[in-house]
């Protein structure tokens, strides 16, 4: 059996004026090895180490704190019995001196309102005015047993004895509290605000993923999925494709056709005032013939329109004519499984390649992307069934 080692106890330290030494434990580490293994252990020694000036001012204010917890304790069972006695005459014992605790509770609480609420002195206006009201009633309580009783100077002295414990907590309280400049106190309160906003954020953050960890455990991986979210949105269309006013046609406007044999024409005159008056077509406009044909083939002398009866003109009204606008694009908010379901919508005949493709394209490309790609899909005919 292992003997415990005493403490090697240190000399005293020799005395120096003003500085006081107290004995205290410490603990050294030894590090032992033992076939190959080490192990650490704690050794206590005696040691003396200079201690603190004592803190005169720390001891007064403890003793005032705990005059003021002793006073608030003796007047809550002074009180308490003098209410209790009070209410006894309407009710049971046990609930009179039961409500009786009332009196005070309220009014130590206002009082523990106004110490949280010390650095913001605007805000502790309500509880000390609710401090005081209360503390009057719970006065009055007491004075009103005494009266009844036919002692009014001891009701009066009773009621004394709330009020005395109050102010023991004004002067306990007035000395904690540290009034604070404009501009310090909105740096305190900034700061407590930037903590709530944090805190707030966190504990929701707990209360979504606790929601999120049922639903997968009660409905899967795919839980919550068979809500779709589908918006309709219109292609936005540029002011040249808007479609112009189509006017009559003009049979001098339209060129007459070529004749074949007619070599390269000279450069033409501007062309007549007419022309100016064609209306612009949409984009994109099909290609012209390819022989180029000036505005006017006719000489130079001839300002006559040239009258046609070919279908020529019908030609370039055709040509003038906007494409239809497309159908509005359908764009689907979700996961894979939506924009699988309105890629089978668009084209129920779809086949496994084409629609992974897709899936790649929108969502980047993935191992076993066309495994889970026919996975979704068969889970959607399947409802859609």
């Known amino acids: 059996m292992s003997r415990k080692r005493k403490t090697p106890e240190a000399p005293r330290p020799p005395k120096v004026p003003g500085v006081r030494y ?3 434990t410490v603990y050294d580490v030894e590090a032992r090895t033992f076939e ?11 040691a003396w180490v200079p201690a603190p000036p004592r803190d005169w001012d720390a001891m007064v204010a403890r003793a005032l704190v705990c005059a003021a917890i002793l006073g608030t304790v003796l ?11 009070l209410l006894d005459r309407t009710g049971s014992d046990v609930t ?6 009332v009196f ?3 009014w130590l609480a206002c009082q523990a309102r106004e110490w949280l609420e010390r650095e913001y002195p605007e805000r502790a206006e309500g509880a000390k005015a609710g401090g005081y ?8 309580a007491i004075f009103a047993n005494g009266y009844e009783a036919g ?4 009701g009066a002295s009773g009621a004394a004895v709330s009020a005395l414990a109050k102010f023991l907590w004004v002067l306990a309280l007035g000395y904690y509290a540290v009034e604070l400049d404009e501009g310090a106190a909105y740096d305190l309160h900034a700061r407590r605000q930037r903590i709530a906003v944090r805190l707030a954020l966190r504990a929701s953050r707990r209360r979504l993923e606790a929601t999120e960890a049922y639903e997968r455990h009660v409905y899967g991986d795919q839980g919550g999925l068979d809500v779709q979210v589908t918006r309709y949105e219109a292609p936005e269309t540029s002011p040249a494709a808007v479609p112009a006013p189509v006017s009559p046609p003009v049979p001098a406007v339209s060129p007459a056709p070529a004749p074949v044999s007619l070599p390269t024409p000279p450069p033409a005159p501007p062309a007549p005032a007419p022309a100016a008056t064609v209306p612009p077509v949409s984009p994109p406009a099909p290609a012209v013939p390819e022989a180029p044909v000036p505005p006017a083939v006719a000489p130079t002398g001839d300002t006559s329109p040239v009258a046609s009866p070919a279908p020529a003109p019908v030609e370039p009204v055709k040509q003038s004519r906007p494409t239809p606008a497309a159908s509005p694009a359908l764009q689907v908010v979700g996961g894979k499984t939506d924009f699988i379901r309105s890629a089978i919508a668009a084209d129920p005949g779809i086949t496994l390649d084409d629609l992974t493709d897709q899936v790649r394209e929108t969502y980047g490309d993935k191992p076993n992307l066309r495994k889970d790609v026919r996975r979704l899909r068969a889970r959607i005919e399947g409802k859609a069934s």
């Open 75 to 85: 007047s809550l069972g002074w009180s308490t019995e003098s209410i209790g006695h």
């Open 22 to 24: 107290v004995k205290t």
């Open 104 to 106: 005070d509770v309220v």
């Open 133 to 140: 009201v209360c503390l009057i009633l719970a006065m009055a």
């Open 151 to 154: 002692e009014t100077i001891a």
């Open 96 to 101: 009179a001196y039961a409500v009786a605790i």
């Open 36 to 46: 190959g293994e080490t192990s650490y252990r704690q050794v206590p020694r005696t």
